[in-house]
Nanobody, 122 residues
Framework: QEQLVESGGRLVQAGGSLRLSCSAS????????MGWFRQAPGKGREFVAA????????YYADSVKGRFTISRDNGKNMLYLQMNSLKLEDTAVYHC???????????????WGQGTQVTVSS
């Protein structure tokens, strides 16, 4: 099981951009699909994006499609989430996660990191 550590979250103005990073410590990173989910204050977890082990295929939640881009660098054991045109409703703790199998739901996630806080202000 991978140990996952997220970074890059901070306070940003609406309309701005941010790139989140996730560092994986294990040897199996390149073998698994990976993804991001988020949890806003007082709300449940929400699937954000997922990517296959090869990086060829991706899924996005409708709420972020066209604004967010997930990518990975298997040589560096890194996962990324580029977030553009940020909205107030993107405010949440973002978690990097490993998937049992590549898919667009929270049930596909097997393990995750502690998260990084993204706050979008007006």
């Amino acid at each position: 099981q991978e140990q996952l550590v997220e970074s890059g979250g901070r306070l940003v103005q609406a309309g701005g951009s941010l790139r989140l990073s996730c560092s994986a410590s294990g040897r199996t990173f390149r073998s698994y699909a990976m993804g991001w989910f988020r949890q806003a204050p007082g709300k449940g977890r929400e699937f954000v994006a997922a990517i296959t082990w090869s990086g060829i295929n991706t899924y996005y939640a409708d709420s972020v499609k066209g604004r967010f881009t997930i990518s990975r660098d298997n040589g560096k054991n890194m996962l990324y989430l580029q977030m553009n045109s940020l909205k107030l409703e993107d405010t949440a703790v973002y978690h990097c996660a490993q998937q049992y199998t590549f898919g667009p739901t929270l049930a596909d996630f097997s393990s995750w990191g502690q998260g990084t806080q993204v706050t979008v202000s007006s």
